[in-house]
């Protein structure tokens, strides 16, 4: 892929942002292998416990130095396969220890890493592996009841520029003809040689691509976010920054627990495929040296078992789970989050009385975290917001005069407020506009971004998408008001309503349609299908289901909700408008 055979940000940008000391000359893999030097006997990663009915496979425990020695063995046999430095391995895993195996041996050899969701299809990947151009593609086995291998090799033929498939896990498997099985082990001097004589050779860059994870907008289509070593080691920070200025207390004053470091355990229960699992946790835990135990998916059984089991002291969840596990007294009741100091959220507007109920009941101060795989970077810490419904309502302001913030991200971050009608800028409070946001750690583009609406203004502000207003009696403060974009939020996973419009107009039953998000207590958004049928035809939820499925699309993009109608409501411009199909909260 060309767009990674050179570095993602222009030279003048690296070379403002070094001078500044908002970047530095380091990789996410040297972090990687200095701890590995550091810590080699000291556990560094642990399985999820429900591993083996998750794929077949044991759950293990790593130290340090164990994940070094099968990072260089899988490292070593990606050179053997023809991947180095410039290629891009897509790869489908749950969370795991494989799952981060695999980031490190590509990063340690200068490749990128594009995670797919579990739930993709074959849909899905086609899509995505043709339009960033995937070189190699690892995937586990199984998951579940499915066949992860055999879906991606059925559409072997569409892959156009796919070339080498691989199958990772150390359970025995079938072989199958063009897949390369690799099953994790501890490196010999051989390939410790091997890699380290590329690494010489071929040095990365930290300008280089890392990842290429995946968002949908409006276009329908999902769009591929590149990010170098540069941008996600500067966005860290922003998380850090918020876990250390963040103290559980039953009051409004902070409690001294220090900065997060090798003591700390994090558990990951965010698909690692994303900002929230990439920024939230696996930069974290290589910053530190800590602790990070897997979880996927989400059970509350097992995810209270692995707080108790590891002593877990960082966690962050979605909102909803949040406010459904506080409202669960039995649950409650009956497990052990004594080791708890730091838990954040976000994903959705957090709701006051949740971010109170886990201040006063548990005595924990829910971190506000409002970003995006672009580099969206707001985040309400228990330090700036001491109060837990300012906290929930609202973000730092950064830039506005008189207000000190304790990250030094409000250093280097700029936020603007543009009326999305006039195309102004918004100074004064209470009066909707669209986020716009600068910084460094904001990525370098999208894939084939040339033929994409560009994302920044003339000033190099990220266009978010989200509407927010000033508030504060200082015009301190950002409060969120709505998203400017349709986009549906299912339990953390973003769905796009033009992908499954396009997709049902096919339907032969059906004219029109808009797709539309129904509020969720514990998902947030459902999706639901508001259908104008052709003349004489009719249709059934379950028949429409029947449809999509057969597209291969992802289970959590399909509607549970079907509505018939005579004709869409519509503005005087033709544009239907969507609030008026929106199922109303009960």
Same mark, same amino acid.
């Given at each position: 892929?060309?767009?990674?055979?050179?570095?993602?940000?222009?030279?003048?940008?690296?070379?403002?942002?070094?001078?500044?000391?908002?970047?530095?000359?380091?990789?996410?893999?040297?972090?990687?292998?200095?701890?590995?030097?550091?810590?080699?006997?000291?556990?560094?990663?642990?399985?999820?416990?429900?591993?083996?009915?998750?794929? *077949?496979?044991?759950?293990? /425990?790593?130290?340090?130095?164990?994940? *070094?020695?099968?990072?260089t063995w899988l490292a070593a046999r990606?050179?053997? !396969?023809?991947?180095?430095?410039?290629?891009? &391995?897509?790869?489908?895993?749950?969370?795991?220890?494989?799952?981060?195996?695999?980031?490190?041996?590509?990063?340690? &050899?200068?490749?990128?890493?594009?995670?797919?969701?579990?739930?993709?299809?074959?849909?899905?990947?086609?899509?995505?592996?043709?339009? $960033?151009?995937?070189?190699?593609?690892?995937?586990?086995?199984?998951?579940?009841?499915?066949?992860?291998?055999?879906?991606?090799?059925?559409?072997?033929?569409?892959?156009?520029?796919?070339?080498?498939?691989?199958?990772?896990?150390?359970?025995?498997?079938?072989? !199958?003809?063009?897949?390369?099985?690799?099953?994790?082990?501890?490196?010999?001097?051989?390939?410790?040689?091997?890699?380290?004589?590329? /690494?010489?050779?071929?040095?990365?860059?930290?300008?280089?691509?890392?990842?290429?994870?995946?968002?949908?907008?409006?276009?329908?289509?999902?769009?591929?976010?590149?990010?170098?070593?540069?941008?996600?080691?500067?966005?860290?920070?922003?998380?850090?920054?918020?876990?250390?200025?963040?103290?559980?207390?039953?009051?409004?004053?902070?409690?001294?627990?220090?900065?997060?470091?090798?003591?700390?355990?994090?558990?990951?229960?965010?698909?690692?495929?994303?900002?929230a699992g990439v920024c939230g946790m696996? +930069?974290?835990?290589?910053?530190?040296?800590?602790?990070?135990?897997?979880?996927?998916?989400?059970?509350?059984?097992?995810?209270?078992?692995?707080?108790?089991?590891?002593?877990?002291?960082?966690?962050?969840?979605?909102?909803?789970?949040?406010?459904? %596990?506080?409202?669960?007294?039995?649950?409650?009741?009956?497990?052990?989050?004594?080791?708890?100091?730091? +838990?954040?959220?976000?994903? $959705?507007?957090?709701?006051?009385?949740?971010? !109170? *109920?886990?201040?006063?009941?548990?005595?924990?101060?829910? &971190?506000?975290?409002?970003?995006?795989?672009?580099?969206?970077?707001?985040?309400?810490?228990?330090?700036?917001?001491?109060?837990?419904?300012?906290?929930?309502?609202?973000? @730092?302001?950064?830039?506005?005069?008189?207000?000190?913030?304790?990250?030094?991200?409000?250093?280097?971050? /700029?936020?603007?407020?543009?009326?999305?009608?006039?195309?102004?800028?918004?100074?004064? $409070?209470?009066? @909707?506009?669209?986020? =716009?946001?600068?910084?460094?750690?904001?990525?370098?583009?999208?894939?084939?971004?040339?033929? %994409?609406?560009?994302?920044?203004?003339?000033?190099?502000?990220?266009?978010?998408?989200?509407?927010?207003?000033?508030?504060?009696?200082?015009?301190? =403060?950002?409060?969120?008001?709505?998203? $400017?974009?349709? %986009?549906?939020?299912?339990?953390?996973m973003n769905i796009a309503p033009v992908?499954?419009?396009? +997709?049902?107009?096919?339907?032969?039953?059906?004219?029109?349609?808009?797709?539309? *998000?129904?509020?969720?207590?514990?998902?947030?958004?459902?999706?639901?299908?508001?259908?104008?049928? !052709?003349?004489?035809?009719?249709?059934?939820?379950?028949?429409?289901?029947?449809?999509?499925?057969?597209?291969?699309?992802?289970?959590?993009? +399909?509607?549970?909700?079907?509505?018939?109608?005579?004709?869409?409501? /519509?503005?005087?411009?033709?544009?239907?408008?969507?609030?008026?199909?929106?199922?109303?909260?009960?």
């Amino acid at each position: 892929m060309d767009q990674l055979s050179h570095g993602l940000h222009p030279q003048s940008r690296v070379d403002d942002f070094l001078a500044r000391g908002w970047w530095a000359n380091e990789t996410i893999d040297g972090l990687f292998w200095q701890r590995v030097s550091e810590r080699p006997d000291a556990l560094a990663v642990t399985d999820p416990l429900n591993r083996e009915s998750l794929d *077949g496979e044991t759950p293990r /425990r790593l130290t340090w130095g164990e994940i *070094g020695s099968e990072v260089t063995w899988l490292a070593a046999r990606l050179l053997e !396969r023809g991947i180095g430095r410039g290629d891009l &391995i897509g790869m489908k895993l749950p969370n795991s220890i494989e799952q981060l195996e695999v980031y490190l041996a590509a990063w340690t &050899i200068g490749a990128a890493v594009s995670p797919l969701a579990m739930q993709y299809r074959e849909h899905e990947l086609v899509a995505m592996a043709n339009n $960033a151009g995937f070189d190699a593609y690892i995937c586990g086995e199984s998951f579940g009841d499915r066949s992860i291998i055999d879906e991606a090799v059925s559409v072997r033929e569409q892959l156009q520029t796919v070339r080498e498939f691989i199958s990772i896990g150390r359970a025995a498997a079938e072989e !199958r003809e063009g897949v390369t099985r690799l099953q994790p082990q501890a490196a010999n001097e051989a390939d410790e040689a091997a890699v380290a004589a590329y /690494r010489e050779a071929h040095p990365n860059d930290p300008n280089d691509c890392t990842t290429i994870c995946w968002t949908s907008g409006t276009e329908g289509q999902p769009k591929g976010v590149m990010r170098a070593h540069y941008d996600w080691l500067n966005f860290s920070w922003a998380v850090l920054d918020a876990l250390n200025g963040h103290g559980s207390a039953t009051d409004d004053s902070a409690a001294e627990i220090g900065e997060l470091d090798h003591n700390d355990v994090l558990l990951n229960p965010f698909p690692l495929i994303n900002m929230a699992g990439v920024c939230g946790m696996l +930069l974290p835990w290589l910053r530190t040296g800590c602790v990070l135990v897997q979880h996927h998916p989400f059970d509350a059984p097992i995810f209270f078992a692995q707080v108790a089991r590891e002593r877990v002291t960082c966690t962050i969840l979605p909102p909803a789970l949040l406010w459904m %596990l506080l409202n669960n007294e039995q649950l409650l009741s009956q497990v052990d989050l004594s080791s708890l100091t730091r +838990l954040g959220s976000g994903s $959705a507007p957090l709701q006051p009385a949740m971010v !109170r *109920g886990w201040q006063e009941k548990m005595g924990l101060k829910v &971190i506000n975290f409002f970003g995006s795989n672009e580099g969206v970077a707001l985040l309400s810490s228990g330090e700036d917001f001491p109060n837990p419904d300012d906290r929930a309502n609202f973000f @730092p302001r950064y830039g506005a005069e008189g207000a000190e913030w304790g990250s030094r991200v409000s250093k280097w971050v /700029r936020v603007k407020l543009i009326d999305v009608e006039t195309g102004e800028l918004v100074t004064e $409070a209470g009066h @909707p506009g669209e986020l =716009y946001i600068d910084g460094p750690q904001l990525f370098a583009g999208y894939v084939n971004g040339a033929n %994409l609406a560009d994302p920044f203004d003339a000033e190099g502000y990220l266009k978010t998408g989200d509407m927010f207003e000033i508030a504060g009696e200082h015009e301190q =403060y950002l409060r969120y008001v709505d998203r $400017a974009k349709d %986009l549906i939020i299912r339990g953390g996973m973003n769905i796009a309503p033009v992908e499954l419009e396009q +997709l049902i107009t096919e339907h032969p039953a059906v004219l029109e349609v808009a797709v539309v *998000g129904d509020p969720d207590e514990v998902f947030g958004e459902r999706v639901a299908a508001v259908v104008v049928l !052709r003349p004489e035809a009719q249709l059934t939820l379950d028949e429409l289901l029947d449809f999509l499925r057969e597209r291969k699309i992802a289970s959590f993009k +399909l509607p549970e909700r079907l509505q018939l109608i005579d004709a869409l409501p /519509r503005n005087p411009v033709g544009k239907v408008l969507k609030r008026e199909l929106r199922k109303q909260p009960a």
